[in-house]
């Protein structure tokens, strides 16, 4: 069992980049058949899958989202991380990293000025 921690800012300003970054202990990010997943809840929405990148270092994202999203990896850091552009008040939810096994405990983000 891998144990997942999500950080970051708990506020992010209209119109700027929400950052969040997932760290993974207890097993490694390049583990074969292991995709890694950036996910959202919201009081409105439910849960919103946002996209993933796999064990390999491929990416792939939400059709409702995939212009203002990135992931990307630091395999030394064990390490993956979220960029959200362009963020309005709509984007604020807990965020969670997860893989097929296990989720991190979530990260409250709220987008105010």
């Known amino acids: 069992q891998m144990q997942l921690q999500e950080s970051g800012p708990g506020l992010v300003k209209p119109s700027q980049t929400l950052s969040l970054t997932c760290t993974i202990s207890?097993?490694?990010?390049?583990?074969?058949?292991?995709?890694w997943h950036w996910i959202r809840q919201t009081p409105g929405k439910g849960l919103e899958w946002l996209g993933l990148?796999?064990?390999?270092?491929?990416?792939l994202f939400s059709a409702a989202l995939w212009s203002r999203t990135s992931i990307s990896w630091d395999t030394s850091k064990n390490q993956f991380n979220l960029r959200l552009m362009s963020v309005t008040p709509e984007d604020t939810a807990v965020y969670y990293c997860?893989?097929?096994?296990?989720w991190g405990q979530g990260a409250q983000v709220t987008v105010s000025s």
């Open positions: 997860a893989s097929h096994l296990d």
């Open positions: 207890g097993g490694s990010i390049t583990s074969n058949g292991y995709n």
């Open positions: 990148i796999t064990y390999g270092g491929n990416t």
